[in-house]
């Protein structure tokens, strides 16, 4: 396997990174320039001050881990794995952050929120910044003049996973993906806690590749152990800092001053987050020309620019939402339920709740009833933060076509492959346990200081909603 270099970088995780010609070419297109504009946590760093780093960095780590795994397995497979594999891989990994909008991951609920469902067409809608990514490496100009046709068509399949799942792809997006590998590591690194550390080197030696109809890249049981560490390490900073109640309330916070902005008629925003809608009378070439000038409209947004286009806004509340972000005068959390308290109809009852936008949206004008005159309801969010459960199972059970396979050469049935749920007497991630999550829990943020006395009230119209 050749290895060619033409340009090399520092990086405080990797330390040096090397990348080709074509690689610096991509990097040097304006879609991936645009994610030095992209924080990778969004506003996290208004709890972890250093938290200011990018999608950019962030992508060509990914790149780089990509690379590493491919290069283990080609020592492994030397027959299997062709240069021009490698370098699709590398490519995929580079570009499958440029889909993006501003404040990352908070983009994808707007979009969610605010897009028609016909965009979607099956697409998992928790991942409309994937179609957004396959967008731009259709269209982008400069992109097509580096990758051709069938280059563009072997990144699209790995990034999208439509086709039968294979090594390549579970490197792109999967349990036991390059990006996760990157971002625990980045992340950590740069919120200045110790929670995503993890055993990078073992993880990748381990990686190998079989025939099985769920997946080709799986880990030797000899790697088990650097596994655990590593679904530890993803389970605390989800729990320490990507759900950190300040970047919570801070995320709400993003979420509802854009939502009132729309609603209260901003047409740049909405221009933004309102995916194109296909009429009848749209032809192809129509409804395509519509999703390029969506695209190449997104392209023009980062994270600063919608923070001061809102803090100017004449939509007077999104306006004082994100004001208050910019001056960092964050909302309270006034009142919430820890689910492991509560009778089981009423944890039924919630998680309907604040999955019904409607039911929710009733909740709160309640919430700003009782609080008294002052109170507006728009300024009262009710939040069910999302909870990982320190359990491999049942994610595996959830996540089937991702789930990572362990292949003991000991065994002699199924090829050798096991799930992580055979080994729950010896790893405490796989271990059982039944009833609602300690973790789970349904909050209120509002502007507001209640007594105590207001907070039972509140508590009392959360369980009854």
Request: hydrophobic content about 35%; aromatic content about 8%; overall charge neutral.
């Amino acid at each position: 396997m050749a290895k060619q270099t033409y340009r090399r970088i520092r990086d405080p995780i990797h330390g040096l990174i090397d990348f080709s010609e074509r690689e610096q070419q991509l990097i040097d297109t304006r879609v991936f320039q645009r994610l030095r504009r992209i924080r990778q946590l969004a506003m996290a760093f208004l709890i972890y001050p250093s938290a200011l780093h990018t999608r950019f960095e962030h992508s060509i780590g990914v790149m780089h881990i990509a690379g590493r795994i491919c290069t283990s397995l080609h020592e492994l497979n030397p027959d299997r794995i062709s240069d021009k594999d490698i370098a699709n891989v590398r490519f995929a990994a580079l570009l499958h952050d440029v889909g993006h909008g501003p404040f990352s991951h908070l983009s994808e609920s707007l979009l969610k929120k605010f897009a028609p469902a016909q965009v979607y067409m099956g697409i998992d809608r928790e991942k409309i910044h994937e179609q957004i990514t396959i967008d731009i490496i259709c269209n982008d100009s400069q992109i097509k003049d580096i990758l051709d046709d069938k280059e563009r068509e072997s990144l699209i399949d790995m990034i999208q996973g439509k086709t039968t799942r294979d090594w390549k792809r579970d490197i792109i997006s999967s349990e036991l993906d390059a990006d996760k590998m990157d971002y625990l590591l980045r992340d950590s690194y740069f919120a200045g806690v110790k929670y995503g550390a993890y055993d990078l080197e073992k993880l990748i030696e381990s990686c190998l590749i079989v025939n099985h109809p769920e997946t080709q890249l799986v880990l030797n049981s000899e790697g088990l152990y650097a596994l655990e560490q590593f679904m530890l390490a993803r389970y605390n900073m989800k729990q320490q800092v990507y759900w950190h109640e300040v970047s919570l309330i801070s995320d709400e916070m993003v979420i509802r001053g854009i939502t009132l902005a729309i609603e209260n008629g901003n047409k740049k925003i909405a221009k933004l987050y309102k995916y194109p809608r296909r009429n009848k009378k749209d032809t192809d070439q129509d409804y395509e020309k519509k999703c390029k000038d969506f695209v190449q409209n997104y392209l023009d947004y980062h994270d600063e620019k919608v923070i001061d286009l809102l803090r100017n806004c004449k939509q007077q509340k999104a306006n004082k939402i994100f004001n208050r972000l910019y001056n960092r005068d964050l909302f309270n959390t006034i009142a919430g339920l820890r689910f492991k308290y509560e009778e089981v109809e009423v944890r039924d009852c919630l998680r309907e709740m604040v999955a019904d936008p409607d039911r929710k949206r009733q909740c709160e004008k309640k919430i700003a009833k009782c609080i008294g005159r002052k109170a507006d309801a728009d300024y009262i969010i009710v939040n069910k933060p999302p909870v990982r459960n320190l359990n491999y199972d049942s994610q595996s059970k959830l996540q089937s076509s991702e789930a990572v396979m362990i292949f003991d050469e000991n065994n002699k049935e199924q090829d050798g492959l096991e799930s992580l749920s055979d080994y729950a007497g010896e790893l405490f991630l796989a271990r059982r346990y039944e009833g609602a999550s300690p973790l789970e829990i349904v909050q209120v943020y509002a502007p507001y200081q209640v007594s105590e006395k207001k907070k039972r009230e509140i508590q009392d119209i959360l369980r009854s909603s």
